[in-house]
């Protein structure tokens, strides 16, 4: 295994598909059941993957506090605050924060948070500097088997910002009406990062199904339909679509929420295969557990 991190946006430019549930599982999976080292980056305004991976009382002292996140990571610097006259310098340390992890003391799972307030300074602005992330990837983050990064649904600057920390991209879809409109935007947004940054190796590790109630067995046609579309966008555009495919669980949003929740009934045994497909088709092997 490659002695850097291996770096995966977790993106569709269509809301609701499952990106930040998935993104939460895999990071508690990656740490907890393959003792990676791991980082999840929340990149969007709505902040779901902090509050999935935080404790709420972690997220509400973190918000109350003011203490840094995302945004600070962008600015570059540390604002004055209560009981600090001026700006100061930005450790890393002070935005990285690290999850519960449900009883399992040894967990290397960390996230950087992000904030609601997030969307009115950053998302908007021009001025940001989209390498910004993987800057600080390059200088601080080096001895992290992985970090997953949590994208919004809508293209910003940081999209860019993601891509360009980013070897891999991982594509989650669910089996539902206008499925796939997302990928042509996926697919121009990526080629458009390719034309302009010839030195950046990036790729679609593979299409994640979401499979809702309408296309599993004894199926509707709608959601057939939607499977073959999928199927057939991937296959255009040289995707890889995973074997596995995430069923939909009350299961998956609970256990993404709480870590003592654990998962029931066919999630229990999808979600292992769904998240070792993953990890194994970006590089990554399980840590033995030191003795
Ligand atoms: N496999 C699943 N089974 C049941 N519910 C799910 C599953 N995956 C996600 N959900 C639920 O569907 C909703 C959307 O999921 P999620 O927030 O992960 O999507 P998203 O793509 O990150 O959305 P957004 O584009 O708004 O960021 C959430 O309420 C989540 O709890
Ligand atoms: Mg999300």
Known sequence: ??????????????????????????????????????????????????????????????MDEKQ???????????????????????????IIKLVSAGGWLESKLEVIPSRFDFSDNLVNSTRVEPEVL??????????????????????SILTIASY?????????????????????????????????????????????????????????KDGRDSLMDIRKKAKDYGWHIFCNRMDHSDS???WANDPHAGYLGNAAREWPKIAEEILAKIGLSKQEAEQ
């Open 252 to 254: 998956y949003p609970r």
């Open 164 to 220: 360009h920390a980013s070897r891999y991209v991982l594509i989650p879809v669910k089996t539902e009406f206008f499925s796939t409109i997302g990928f042509p935007l996926m697919k121009q947004s990526l080629e458009s990062f390719r034309k302009d940054n010839l030195g950046h190796t990036i790729e679609v590790c593979g299409v994640l199904v979401h499979r809702t109630k309408t296309s599993g067995s004894g199926s509707s």
């Open 68 to 94: 840094p996140s995302i945004v600070e990571l962008f600015a570059g610097y540390a604002p004055p605050a209560q009981n600090k006259p001026s700006p100061s310098r930005l450790e890393s340390a002070d």
């Open 1 to 62: 295994m490659s002695n850097t991190p291996t770096v995966v946006s977790v993106i569709n430019l269509k809301g609701g598909v499952g990106k930040t549930t998935v993104t939460a599982l895999l990071a508690r999976y990656a740490a907890q059941e393959w003792g990676l080292d791991v980082l999840a980056v929340d990149l969007d305004t709505q902040a779901n993957l902090s509050q999935a991976l935080m404790t709420a009382d972690d997220y509400t002292r973190f």
């Open 134 to 155: 993987a800057k600080f990837i390059a200088q601080h983050m080096q001895h992290k088997d992985l970090i997953l990064i949590d994208c919004a649904p809508t293209e």
